[in-house]
């Protein structure tokens, strides 16, 4: 072979290197090309996808933005970029299609573009946003009707402190709990302590604090502001309710209550019977449920509404031998229905909360002279009083918390004998009472 075409060939083989060394760096220096999407092409593609069953595909925006499309068609919007400290490649959730549109996503990556031109992490920065989000969710409003839901409440006793939660959620229910201040609250409820409403003063403070107990057990604040303010707040003068403990008045109450029936519910007049004997709180007696009354072993067993959120301790009353025979004669009525005081009219609803008065009005009696619940302060002062039980066994079995000398509770199944022969004794003592002293 002549050295000419040695010469060639040489000169052939370090023209092409050349042409390839140049090649690479223009390939380095010039961008892909990448073809913007359309809402046709997206739809397309994910109509193909349903049917490819394949891999997950990338449609790609360019500029980092691409919609991943995975094997069933759901199609999702995503960023790829370079993490400005560490330099390392990370993505970015931006949206599901359609519902995140082809614009909204790309205003998204002009977002993220001018963020990471000054620096800043679009991860870190949406973690940031979406923290101060989640902050200004936590408002009062919302954190009370989370904490409402948890109450077990009677239907009557949510309507009284609907009037409440008014009031607090007109004046705190925007803001966000943890920039409210105790004077925020005192203010709320000095509202109603000029009017001279001390009562309604307090249970604006009480239904407040309750609502930042809740949300500092789910770590939403730190503290209780409502509670910082209880001792600022007036006392209002103690209102006894009316309650009759005159042993005449007593003896001819209960002969009437005996000796007549009223109009309206038969099981109206089997709870004012055996209410005087068991002096709970006409709401726990007209909730009774035939489950919780044990005839073998005499006794009715239930949690009490105001605790069950609290301690959810059960109350026990021990029944005497009356009560027993007049929870059987309305066994015999009502025994096939959930509760033992059913309303005859709606046997899915118990007997309403006025109509013990009611009736304790027709059997002559009026509001001033004696209420339901005035029945628990008879019990407690004739017992103290004439029949001479221990106070602290008379507030144990009035559900109230009773402390030793070393300031513990009281178990609620403690003196539970002790409590059984009080209980049969006064039932005795009320008969003697209505034998005695009625006309």
């Not at 009005?361 to 103290?384: I, M, S, V």
Request: a positive charge.
């Amino acid at each position: 072979m002549s050295e000419g075409v040695l010469g060639y060939r040489k000169f052939l083989r370090y023209f092409l290197r050349y042409i390839l060394f140049f090649e690479k760096i223009y390939r380095k220096k010039m961008p892909k090309l990448v073809i913007s999407l359309t809402d046709s092409k997206i739809k397309s593609a994910i109509s193909m996808q349903k049917k490819s069953f394949e891999k997950n595909i990338k449609l790609s925006d360019g500029g980092g933005l691409y919609l991943l499309l995975d094997k069933k068609g759901g199609a999702y919007w995503r960023f790829d970029y370079i993490r400005p400290i560490t330099k390392k490649r990370a993505t970015i959730a931006i949206g599901v299609y359609p519902s995140c549109t082809l614009a909204s996503a790309r205003a998204k990556r002009s977002e993220f573009r001018e963020q990471l031109a000054q620096n800043i992490d679009p991860t870190i920065q949406k973690k940031r946003e979406d923290e101060t989000t989640q902050y200004k969710k936590n408002t009062f409003k919302v954190i009370a009707d989370e904490y409402r839901k948890t109450e077990e409440l009677e239907p009557s006793t949510q309507r009284r402190n609907q009037f409440v939660w008014d009031k607090l959620y007109a004046a705190l229910g925007d803001q966000v709990i943890t920039e409210i201040t105790p004077t925020q609250v005192l203010e709320v409820c000095r509202i109603y302590e000029r009017q001279g409403k001390t009562d309604s003063a307090k249970r604006m403070r009480s239904k407040a604090s309750q609502v930042f107990r809740y949300a500092i057990s789910l770590s939403l604040c730190q503290f209780n502001v409502a509670d910082q303010i209880s001792r600022v707040l007036k006392v209002g003068k103690t209102k006894h309710r009316a309650a009759i403990t005159d042993e005449q008045q007593l003896g001819q109450l209960l002969k009437n209550i005996n000796a007549n029936v009223g109009r309206g519910d038969i099981a109206i007049d089997y709870a004012v019977k055996i209410l005087p004997h068991v002096f709970v709180r006409p709401g726990e007696l007209r909730g009774a449920k035939w489950a919780d009354i044990d005839f073998e072993n005499r006794v009715w067993k239930y949690t009490p509404p105001k605790t069950k959120n609290q301690t959810a301790l059960q109350h026990i009353v021990p029944l005497s031998d009356q009560v027993i025979i007049l929870f059987k004669e309305l066994h015999q009525i009502t025994g096939y229905t959930e509760y033992c005081f059913v309303s005859m009219r709606d046997q899915s609803k118990t007997i309403s909360e006025s109509t013990i008065n009611k009736r304790l009005k027709q059997y002559g009696f009026e509001n001033g002279e004696t209420t339901g619940h005035g029945f628990r302060a008879t019990a407690r002062t004739l017992l103290d009083e004439v029949l001479k039980f221990p106070i602290e066994r008379i507030e144990q079995q009035l559900a109230h918390q009773v402390r030793d000398m070393h300031g513990r509770a009281y178990n609620r199944t403690k003196y539970l004998e002790e409590r059984t022969v009080m209980m049969q004794a006064w039932s005795d003592y009320l008969d003697r009472l209505m034998d005695k002293y009625a006309k």
